[in-house]
């Protein structure tokens, strides 16, 4: 959809009109887009190209609602064009319109009708709003027709328990016997049926299908313990010598980052705060430290922030605001950020980002270990996921990234126990709504009824209410994770 209309009109041809816009939009400056897009769409309505670089800009605007509108009227104009209707089944899904985003992806599977991917896209979609009766259906029949699809089953598991007796099991039995299939479906393969083992009570037998699944995504991905670590104490120095007080004024909407390790119980803080009326879950917007890193680092090596300019630090609150806004269409009161690697770049973020507030949340090391080590994340990310020693030490890395932190900006990193929160719900609940600066609401413990689409490996437990059944999880698998045991060594659980 990047096509510039081919007939002209006065003042000036509408071609060089329409991408002196596009130009203007790429450059960022969205009030000159907005007026050269928006004057083109009163001479020329319904046409599809202005329409489509006019839901790019409301993207650019976090205006949500108005992307999927416009977006709608070009689909109107332009049904099948698979770009507008990819386009439209993520901006339908952002805007809370599951019925348009799912009739945009029944337009992809009719457009393709023998691929894998538009149905698949469905059915995650779907488990994403919690129907996942719905989903099992469009799964089912994808594996009758593709058997030795690893990541089929992998999707389908992720929110159904199946029992021993149920047929896709010797289905990908027989698939994981298959010397043909290799790489990244018999990857995920593993991980699939090491999750129906599970389910099942099958602890030791499952750990044997971790250990395969987790050997074969280390070789195809290998792992550097020493550079990671190596790069994050240098992110850090980076920050050293510097004041942390913040400049400027409280960005609209103000950040709350809520910091933990994967598996830790982010997700359940962030849906607690994410029920406030006054309050948006943001998810893993992945925004500050990619800003942080292309504004600060020069080939290589990260400049120390107390030679940066205010000037600079402002445009790094400008800038991460500006994609908060695009990403979860909200302008004001609060928005949730539980972007892992946050934690690394506190001081940067305090020293931009005035109001901003840090949530930190823990858990027992043996269950955040258990859960990483038994979930399937994309081969290239958290490379140190597939060794549970490697997993220790990042979380010893991580804890004393957070004492760190919590001796130089004090009482404005507020953290919780995953354990206290499951145990007690209710204070725990109100303190962390209190530290996200928000006034207490009930609605903030019925979080499971929101009914709106969830994206994150915890979108089965999401829609439940809180309860302490998590916890102690690795009481059953000891012995599985003596390496992780063995590699924590006499440091304290707690």
């Known amino acids: 959809m990047s096509r510039a209309p081919q007939n002209t009109a ?26 050269i897009l928006a004057a083109l769409d009163l001479e020329r309505p319904n046409q599809p190209e202005i329409l489509f670089q006019l839901s790019r800009l409301a993207h650019l605007e976090g205006d949500a609602k108005g992307r999927a509108r416009y977006l709608k009227n070009a689909l109107a104009a332009k049904p099948d064009e698979p770009a507008l209707l990819t386009e439209a089944a993520e901006a339908f899904a952002r805007a809370d319109l599951p019925k348009d985003a799912l009739a945009a992806h029944d337009r992809l599977i009719a457009a393709a009708p023998s691929q894998i991917k538009p149905k698949a896209d469905k059915a995650l979609y779907l488990q994403r709003l919690g129907r996942f009766d719905e989903a099992e259906e469009i799964f089912r029949k994808l594996l009758a027709k593709h058997p030795r699809e690893g990541s089929l089953y992998r999707m389908f598991f992720a929110t159904s328990k199946l029992d021993a007796g149920d047929p896709a099991l010797p289905a990908l039995r027989k698939a994981l016997n298959n010397p043909a299939v290799t790489g990244e479906a018999r990857i995920q393969g593993h991980f699939a049926m090491a999750k129906a083992l599970f389910d099942q009570g099958e602890g030791p037998r499952a750990f044997e299908e971790l250990d395969r699944a987790n050997k074969l995504q280390r070789k195809a991905a290998p792992y550097d313990d020493a550079a990671r670590r190596a ?114 770049i506190y001081g940067f973020l305090s020293k931009a980002l005035p109001g901003a507030r840090f949530i930190v949340i823990h858990r027992d090391p043996r269950d955040i270990a258990l859960s990483i080590y038994r979930n399937h994340f994309a081969t290239g990310t958290h490379r140190y996921a597939n060794d549970l020693g490697d997993i220790a030490g990042v979380i010893k890395d991580f804890r004393a990234s957070i004492a760190y932190w919590k001796g130089r900006l004090g009482d404005r990193i507020v953290e919780f126990r995953y354990e206290d929160l499951v145990s007690d719900p209710e204070p725990q609940a109100r303190a962390l709504v209190e530290a996200a600066g928000l006034d207490w609401e009930d609605a903030c413990l019925r979080f499971h009824e929101s009914g709106g689409a969830v994206k994150t490996l915890s979108v089965a437990q999401v829609r439940e209410p809180i309860h302490a059944g998590r916890r102690a999880a690795w009481t059953k698998h000891e012995a599985e994770l003596a390496p992780f045991i063995k590699a924590w060594g006499d440091d304290p659980w707690d």
Not at 13 to 24: C, E, K, S, V, Y
Not at 248 to 272: D, K, M, N, W, Y
Request: no cysteine.
């Open 231 to 344: 790069e994050q104490l240098a992110i850090r120095a980076a920050q050293e010598g510097v004041d942390l007080a913040p400049i400027g004024s409280t960005p609209e909407p103000r950040p709350v980052f809520v910091t933990g390790l994967p598996r830790s119980g982010t997700t359940l803080a962030e849906q607690i705060i994410g029920a406030h009326s006054e309050a948006t879950a943001g998810g893993e917007l992945a925004h500050a430290l990619r800003l942080v890193w292309t504004s600060f680092v020069t080939e290589g090596r990260m400049a120390p922030l107390r030679k940066a300019s205010d000037a600079q630090v402002r445009d790094l609150a400008r800038a991460y605001t500006m994609m908060v806004r695009r990403d979860t269409g909200a302008r004001s009161g609060v928005v949730t950020d539980k972007s892992i690697q946050t934690h690394l």
């Open 10 to 35: 006065q003042p000036g041809p509408l071609t060089a009109r329409f991408q002196a816009g596009i130009a203007a939009l790429r450059a960022g400056r969205l009030g000159e887009a907005r007026k």
